[in-house]
């Protein structure tokens, strides 16, 4: 299986981005797509995910509200709409998958394949 995420960018402060993520490959058995951030000096963080089944979501503080997670089975795809952009959102985004039913969402542990990242900068 491979992730390739897409749509990062440059954006002020209070703008919006759309990042997508489209999985190839064996994706039947998903259990979660998640999106994860990290800056420059901090540790990956968990943004969002989405389970496959029944499609619950799970968001960080940081981003309630503000950005929502979307998927499509059918199309093995994941999508992350980001708005009212703060300069802190400022990261490099990973989306990622995982199979292992029941784990914990927010954990990235949880996610065995990696997107390669896409770059997302808001300025002030």
């Known amino acids: 299986v491979q992730l390739q995420a897409s749509g990062g960018g440059l954006v002020q402060a209070g703008g919006s981005l759309r990042l997508s993520c489209a999985a190839s490959?064996?994706?039947?058995?998903?259990?979660?797509m998640g999106w994860f951030r990290q800056a420059p000096g901090k540790d990956r963080e968990f943004v969002a995910a989405i389970r496959w089944s029944g499609g619950s979501t799970d968001y960080a503080d940081s981003v309630k509200g503000r950005f929502t997670i979307s998927g499509d089975i059918a199309k093995g795809m994941v999508n992350l709409q980001m708005n009212s952009l703060k300069p802190e959102d400022t990261a490099v985004y990973y989306c990622?998958?995982?199979?292992?039913?029941?784990?914990?969402?927010?954990?990235?542990?949880?996610?065995?394949?990696w997107g390669q990242g896409t770059q997302v900068t808001v300025s002030s």
């Open positions: 490959g064996r994706t039947f058995s998903t259990y979660a």
């Open positions: 990622a998958r995982s199979t292992f039913t029941g784990r914990t969402v927010q954990a990235d542990s949880t996610y065995a394949y």
